[in-house]
């Protein structure tokens, strides 16, 4: 019943605003082999698309550098690490509230990591001020074992 | 993004059409501004029936945009929210501040 996946890629490309949809649509893409639901699906694209954005405009702060992604597919789990080498979080605490953003002047809502936390299942925070930020994520796809509930009692009625 | 206004009634609507991100919403508002500037509406509609794709990016945007607008004695409304997109703004709390409406048809 259990079907399991072991599967990983890395992508790295230039912190541009412009490659934000590039990236969360090529972890879609590839989360897609778990088979999730329209609804996990964006779930995914959203956390990815804030922790891009927070690397671009404070790690980098629209300077140059490399946004790096690393994600693992294990078992019906989806583990995400998106990381930079910017600038860093000197309080994460203060960065995690919801609302507080040190951009308000770019209308920057503050709500990046209230949304990474809500829509998936953990995350966790590694910064050092002056080297950089990663941020793991994981996400439990839960659809194939429903669905695959779901055709078996289809198939005992 | 799209631009109705009906003259009569000051009403102006942004029907949009696009993934509404930190890239995307730095073009959507510097045309928001510039329409709002332009026809001085007193209700500012944003539809977001059309929209695949939104992040927080999402809520600044419509926050400035309310802003704005009351500089201008203007009003905020939003229209069509798809459940993604509502799941977001629910979570910044701001549908308590800007109403929903209705809209059915463009002119």
């Known amino acids: 019943m259990n079907k399991s996946f072991e599967n990983e890629m890395k992508l790295e490309f230039v912190s541009k605003s412009s490659n934000e949809s590039f990236a969360r649509v090529t972890v879609a893409a590839f989360a897609a082999q778990l088979d999730p639901t329209v609804e996990e699906l964006a779930d995914i694209k959203t956390a990815v698309s804030e922790a891009v954005t927070n690397c671009i405009i404070h790690g980098y702060e629209n300077k140059i550098g490399i946004v790096k992604i690393i994600a693992k597919l294990r078992k019906q789990e989806l583990i995400l690490e998106i990381s930079d080498k910017g600038k860093g979080i000197e309080d994460i605490e203060m960065a995690k509230e919801p609302l507080y953003t040190t951009k308000p002047n770019l209308e920057r809502s503050g709500m990046g990591f209230t949304i990474m936390e809500s829509f998936m299942d953990s995350v966790e925070i590694e910064s050092i001020v002056g080297l950089g930020t990663k941020i793991k994520m994981t996400k439990k796809i839960k659809s194939v074992e429903e669905e695959n509930k779901e055709d078996f009692t289809m198939l005992t009625k | ?107």
């Open chain 2, 1 to 107: 993004m799209e631009t109705f206004f009906d003259e009569k009634n000051k009403l102006l609507i942004f029907r949009m059409n696009e993934e509404i991100d930190d890239y995307k919403v730095q073009e959507i508002r510097r045309r928001a501004d510039n329409e709002i500037q332009r026809y001085m509406p007193k209700r500012v509609i944003f539809d977001f029936d059309k929209v695949s794709f939104m992040d927080s990016a999402g809520i600044g945007l419509i926050i400035g945009r309310y802003k704005f607008a009351n500089l201008i004695g203007g009003k905020v409304e939003l229209a069509n929210l798809t459940n993604s997109v509502r799941k977001i703004f629910d979570m910044s709390g701001i549908l308590k501040l800007i109403p929903e409406t209705e809209i059915e048809q463009y002119s």
